[in-house]
């Protein structure tokens, strides 16, 4: 249960982000929307663009093999609450 509590803050907080991004409400966003799809002007350069400024504020560093794999925004979600459960390691 404190899994999906702390699932569903990171999600608000996830959408909060995308919103100030593409400045414009994304308040429609669900777990089960397409990145891609569902946010209005979203190319693939865009999407690129927004990976990194969730990096920005979440201060993570993602994989940039797996960068193309989020389809929804539970994937989002999932990775990036992997991450935070994971030690940073220093290069």
Excluded: N, W
Excluded at 7 to 26: R, S, T, Y
Excluded at 32 to 43: F, Q, R, Y
Excluded at 57 to 86: A, H, N, P, W
Aim: contains cysteine.
């Amino acid at each position: 249960m404190q899994d999906e509590k702390r699932d569903q803050e990171l999600f608000e907080k996830i959408v909060g982000h995308i919103g100030e991004f593409v400045e414009a409400d994304v308040s429609h966003l669900a777990p089960d929307s397409h990145l891609a799809t569902s946010i209005e002007g979203m190319s693939s350069l865009k999407m690129v663009e927004l990976l990194l400024y969730m990096e920005d504020c979440f201060g993570l560093e993602f994989d940039g093999s797996v960068m193309d794999k989020f389809g929804t925004m539970q994937d989002l979600v999932t990775y990036i609450r992997d991450l935070q459960d994971t030690p940073q390691q220093l290069a």
